[in-house]
């Protein structure tokens, strides 16, 4: 039978080939099988006896070989399991179908790294001096030829081998880090994965742990490693494991370790593929009682009492400007709503160059600590972009008189007192898209050389989406999920109206189930107050909310006057409202807000040298409009 018409003729000619071949070969396979039955029968011939002597000793030489070269493979495996304090060790083997059942490699636990055998000679002789006993070892992820070289490194150096077993195949990062998980647990309860750690027996007592990591920078996402995060957890468990005594991990790689688990300021000593560490034991196990990843929330979204005392004067809430002063005045807010929520910690604000004199004493007034900085520039932003300078937000490492800092941008309100976020470590967020989380607000832990390793890739690394926020990602890929009501967006992501209902009801509640609203879209102080002013732009109508636009409004009338003076209107955003509300009646958006009067009486006040902003309108929308206007008063009407 032919093949059917899709398949090529070559192809069907190569088919027709090996059938007709398929039957010779039949119609010879008896006569052959006749003539091997004929030459056994003279096969006890001396002459023959001769010849079947050379074969099997041509067989023996080879099974021989092929013992030997299985030894081989063998002794150069990963040593993986022992638990006592002498070298003894066990081999994961590759999966070659032996069938006395030994463990497989797993490919995503293999490093390629060259241990520098001199630079970890040089650490433990540093680490002996300190004690007066001999170096105890554990390694983790060595084969079995670097086991052997860990043992002659030192006279009487005791080396204990452990085994891990690794994480399923299915175990991806997105498994760890899912977009969404359910927080207020209506369907499920969010579980993570189970990952193996070992621990040392009760007896057991170590000096030094030791790693080695897989490092695969030609991978795009190589961070994202679920074999690298899972080795140096179990490193972390087996220091953290060690009761009453002081542990230095040894961490062999040419990527940079994940700074969220082995801090900057534990670092004793770096060269090249070697890092040694003594991590606080105490902070390390804190560390390791959290989720894995963002599969669970690292904090209870429904916890009945948040209590945290920590240390108050090295602690501090902290925000930047830069570049833009009409974030002022959201600033004076968000110090405002801190204060009312009965937290006493620094407010700490980093503002550079282009903040005037006269802003700098209004956020004086409003509680903030000013801290001078420069900016720094993103070297893929384009000049005059909005992105241009928002890595200077990696100046807040450099505030290393705290140890702890939870950033908060200038467009949010806190409507519940977070000081128990204090207790958290870096990096505790809530979740943005895909695997990342979102910077809006963040605890972080200052350290200057957390601050050198952002600023040595600042120009290697890409960021997703531009900003400060991607590249923080990129860093610090091992992060922890806090509940969303503490960094609640303003935003409808649907037009389901059940949605919409509900975000409504958190918006407005009193007293308030959100910790955090952030606003998005145009800020409430760049808005007139009667209306959020997001409902007249068709670009940001999913940002729109009348009732969470008088939540920050009833936060402004709390501010004593001579703060509230920051959030007066410039001419040309009055000009750009009104353009807005046009263009909304025009469109006849059916929520019609471009109808309502205006009462804000911030329409009426200038304290500028130039007021006539209707005369703006003229040629507003132009392609070669700029904003020397004439100062004319045209004769506009304007919804008041």
């Known amino acids: 039978m032919r093949p059917s018409s899709g398949v090529p003729a070559a192809q069907e000619t190569r088919h027709r080939q090996a059938g007709q071949l398929e039957e010779g070969t039949n119609s010879r396979r008896s006569h052959e099988q006749r003539q091997f039955r004929d030459s056994e029968r003279g096969s006890h011939s001396p002459r023959n006896d001769k010849g079947s002597n050379c074969k099997l000793l041509s067989l023996k030489l080879g099974l021989a070989l092929i013992i030997c070269g299985t030894f081989f493979t063998l002794l150069h495996s990963p040593a993986v399991d022992s638990n006592?304090?002498?070298?003894?060790?066990?081999?994961?083997?590759?999966?070659?179908?032996w069938p006395w059942g030994w463990k497989v490699i797993d490919e995503r636990y293999l490093s390629l790294d060259v241990v520098e055998w001199s630079r970890v000679s040089k650490f433990l002789r540093n680490l002996s001096h300190k004690s007066n006993d001999k170096l105890k070892v554990g390694l983790l992820n060595f084969d079995q030829d670097e086991v052997r070289k860990w043992?002659?490194?030192?006279?009487?150096?005791?080396?204990?081998?452990?085994?891990?077993?690794?994480?399923?195949?299915d175990v991806k990062w997105e498994i760890l880090y899912p977009e969404w998980i359910d927080e207020e647990q209506q369907f499920e309860v969010p579980k993570c994965p189970h990952l193996s750690l070992p621990k040392g027996s009760k007896h057991l007592k170590l000096d030094v742990v030791a790693v080695k990591l897989p490092c695969r920078k030609w991978e795009n996402n190589w961070s994202r490693d679920v074999a690298r995060l899972h080795l140096q957890l179990a490193a972390a468990n087996l220091a953290a494991s060690m009761k009453g005594s002081r542990v230095h991990v040894i961490l062999i790689t040419e990527c940079w370790p994940m700074p969220s688990l082995f801090t900057c300021k534990d670092l004793i000593a770096h060269e090249n593929t070697t890092w040694l560490y003594e991590p606080d034991l105490k902070v390390l196990k804190q560390k390791l009682k959290l989720p894995v990843g963002s599969c669970e929330l690292a904090l209870p979204l429904k916890s009945k009492a948040r209590r945290y005392s920590g240390n108050p004067k090295r602690e501090a809430y902290a925000t930047i400007l830069h570049s833009a002063e009409f974030y002022v005045c959201g600033a004076i807010a968000v110090a405002q709503s801190i204060r009312l929520t009965g937290s006493h910690r620094d407010l700490v604000i980093l503002v550079d160059g282009t903040i005037t004199a006269e802003h700098r004493e209004g956020l004086q007034a409003a509680g903030w600590k000013l801290r001078q900085i420069e900016r720094i520039r993103n070297p893929k932003a384009e000049r005059d972009a909005y992105n241009e300078w928002n890595y200077s937000k990696f100046r807040l490492w450099q505030l290393t008189d705290y140890d702890k800092i939870i950033f908060i941008d200038a467009d949010l309100l806190i409507l519940r007192n977070i000081d128990f976020l204090f207790g958290m470590p870096e990096i505790t967020a809530t979740g943005n898209n895909a695997t990342l989380f979102n910077s809006g607000v963040m605890v972080i832990e200052p350290s200057n050389c957390t601050f050198q390793l952002l600023m040595?890739?600042?120009?290697?690394?890409?960021?997703?989406?531009?900003?400060?926020?991607?590249?923080?990602?990129?860093?610090?890929?091992?992060?922890?999920?806090?509940?969303?009501?503490?960094?609640?967006?303003?935003?409808?992501?649907?037009?389901?109206?059940?949605?919409?209902?509900?975000?409504?009801?958190?918006?407005?509640?009193?007293?308030?189930?959100?910790?955090?609203?952030?606003?998005?879209?145009?800020?409430?102080?760049?808005?007139f107050r009667d209306y959020d002013c997001n409902w007249n732009n068709d670009l940001l109508r999913d940002f729109a909310s009348d009732v969470a636009h008088a939540r920050w409004w009833k936060v402004h009338d709390s501010m004593p006057k001579k703060l509230q003076k920051f959030c007066l209107l410039r001419s040309k955003q009055k000009a750009s409202l009104e353009w807005d509300r046009r263009q909304a009646e025009a469109a006849k958006f059916p929520d019609e807000h471009w109808k309502r009067n205006i009462t804000d009486t911030r329409l009426n006040i200038c304290n500028e040298s130039f007021c006539y902003w209707e005369s703006m309108l003229w040629h507003w929308g132009e392609a070669n409009y700029t904003e020397n206007a004439t100062t004319q008063t045209p004769a506009v009407t304007v919804a008041l």
Not at 84 to 97: M, P
Not at 501 to 525: M, Q, S
Request: proline share 5%; aromatic share 16%; net charge negative.
């Open 84 to 97: 006592t304090t002498h070298l003894r060790t066990r081999s994961k083997f590759a999966d070659v179908g």
């Open 456 to 527: 040595d890739h600042i120009s290697d690394i890409e960021s997703y989406n531009g900003g400060d926020q991607g590249y923080l990602n990129e860093i610090f890929t091992w992060w922890h999920r806090m509940p969303k009501h503490m960094n609640f967006l303003k935003h409808f992501w649907s037009s389901d109206a059940e949605e919409k209902e509900l975000k409504t009801y958190l918006f407005g509640a009193d007293p308030p189930i959100l910790y955090v609203l952030h606003y998005l879209g145009n800020k409430p102080w760049l808005c």
């Open 151 to 169: 043992q002659q490194l030192a006279p009487g150096l005791e080396c204990t081998t452990f085994s891990l077993d690794y994480a399923g195949k």
